[in-house]
């Protein structure tokens, strides 16, 4: 075989074949750095409800709030169950003493009690002065002597404090008219506070009602006669007579009122700020009692009323004239509607 030619030149580039098969998947490449970020694209449709979660346990305990307005009042509840008897209180202060009592019977003669102690012989006395001196004058001065009896009445309890100043407070006789002592009055003695001459109600005690009536009209002043067929309160043995002597003889007189009121509905208004306003009291004269002389003070649903006027030197002794409290009117204005009842307490009218 011969030795080999020389290399010849490349021929032309040939027609493309047919791709080859795919060769095996190469090696990851290097993570490449970051890119930049894209625009925030379009919102999506909001997504169907989740599943409820499990409930979380609880949180810590916040701080209080804030304390809230004041509820209306409720409605009154039923009575409970009555409770154990409590310790016995305190002894109270001497009430008033009771009327005087009918005559009892004579009782039973007494043994006769020893014989005295003879007295010291006396000083010698006038025969003639001595004859005059009998057991009639003895029993005339002792008449004189007014005991606050129904044979004997005394003028006013001042002028039997200072004739007997031993006299406890109670019930005595009074006759101011110094007239016959048929007429005499019976009236409380308190000889504590000064010897007033206090006269009591006949009805210490009366309650005022009133409904409100839709369609109809209210009257402006409703007065409590006008529920009792025009009858106005009245006073054990205060007769005109009577009552104008003791006006007379006194330098003032006085008479204390309490108002216990029911409230049909919750109200701001304590009934102590409103009674001035809303309750009025008539006195003897047919005359409205006016507020300067009425004192008031009270503490939740009860109010105190004191009347209290002076005399002077004139004949009609002043203002004196308007006590005894003959009716107590309630003026039937926004305020007063809202008490359903008053129940009331006629104190004694005193005079000193």
Not at 67 to 91: A, N, S, T, W, Y
Not at 324 to 345: N, Q, Y
Request: hydrophobic share 30%.
């Amino acid at each position: 075989m011969g030795s080999g030619g020389f290399e010849g030149k490349t021929g032309p580039k040939g027609t493309h074949g047919p791709p080859g098969p795919m060769g095996p998947k190469g090696i990851p490449g290097l993570r490449g750095e970051k890119g930049e970020s894209g625009s925030v694209g379009r919102t999506g449709l909001q997504g169907d409800i989740g599943i409820l979660g499990i409930i979380g346990p609880p949180g810590l305990k916040g701080n209080p709030g804030l304390q809230g307005l004041k509820g209306p009042i409720g409605q009154k509840g039923k009575p409970g169950d009555r409770g154990p008897h409590g310790p016995p209180g305190r002894r109270g202060s001497h009430g008033i003493g009771g009327h005087l009592g009918k005559k009892g019977m004579k009782g039973v003669q007494g043994s006769k009690g020893p014989t005295g102690i003879k007295g010291k012989r006396g000083p010698p006395q006038n025969r003639s002065l001595t004859q005059r001196w009998s057991q009639s004058d003895e029993a005339e001065e002792s008449f004189c002597r007014p005991l606050g009896t129904k044979d004997n009445p005394g003028t006013t309890c001042n002028e039997l404090k200072v004739l007997h100043p031993h006299l406890n407070d109670g019930y005595f006789y009074m006759d101011p008219n110094q007239g016959c002592h048929c007429d005499a009055v019976m009236v409380f003695c308190n000889f504590t506070a000064g010897g007033t001459t206090c006269l009591g109600p006949l009805h210490s005690q009366i309650t005022v009602r009133w409904k409100q009536q839709m369609g109809k009209s209210v009257m402006p002043l409703q007065w409590f006669a006008q529920q009792r067929g025009g009858h106005k309160f009245e006073y054990a043995g205060g007769n005109v007579v009577q009552l104008r002597f003791l006006r007379l003889t006194s330098q003032a007189s006085f008479q204390n009122i309490t108002l216990s009121f029911t409230a049909n509905r919750s109200t701001i208004a304590a009934p102590a700020e409103v009674a001035s306003q809303i309750i009025h009291l008539l006195g003897d004269s047919g005359k409205r009692i006016d507020p300067h002389l009425i004192a008031v003070s009270g503490k939740g649903w009860e109010v105190h009323m004191a009347v209290k006027v002076r005399g002077n030197t004139e004949l009609h002794r002043g203002d004196m004239e308007l006590l005894p409290v003959r009716d107590l009117g309630v003026e039937m204005s926004g305020t007063s509607i809202i008490f359903s009842e008053i129940a009331v307490v006629l104190g004694p009218l005193c005079f000193l």
